[in-house]
């Protein structure tokens, strides 16, 4: 489950009180509810202050798949093909035992956050990287919509880079200012 992927990969290793770990329950019985919740939640606490996030290879953004809204909120989302193939990874490469659907936070409820940080690694990701750098603002690369928001932070490893234009290496390698 993602619970286990986030304990296993962040939450042991840093100094986080249970109660504030918010992850939606991807086995509740009534997912609109859930959802719901989560987002009630969110307005209770005055909005997500830091969203931490990855991205997929295709350029999702909390599994926000492409052609997702941009004014999405939390919901039941459906995973692509390439989406599950990737995490069939944690199901011993097992296609049919990933699940085909996941809640997730939407891409509007990401951009309303103060402030976001995404971590994009490894030469899987070159494509999804190029195209949120790089790229336009599209729904067909989720990420994207990080070009918009006024307080966003890409860390990335060199592998990561392997598609992006010189310069454009160069100009970030560079930037001392503070802006984003």
Known sequence: SYHYFMQENFFKYVNLKPENINILNGLAENPDEECAKYEAKIAQYGGIHLFLGGVGENGHIAFNEPFSSFQS?????????????????????DMSRVPKAALSV?????????????????????????AAVEGPVTHFCPVSALQLHKNSLIVCDEPACGGLKPETVKFFKERTDGEN
């Open 73 to 93: 909120v939390t919901r039941k989302v459906s995973l692509t093909d390439d989406t599950i193939r990737a995490n069939s990874r944690f199901f011993d490469f």
């Open 106 to 130: 939407g891409i509007k409820t990401v951009c309303d956050s103060d402030e976001v940080l995404i971590l994009i690694t490894g030469e899987k990701k070159v494509s999804a990287l190029t």
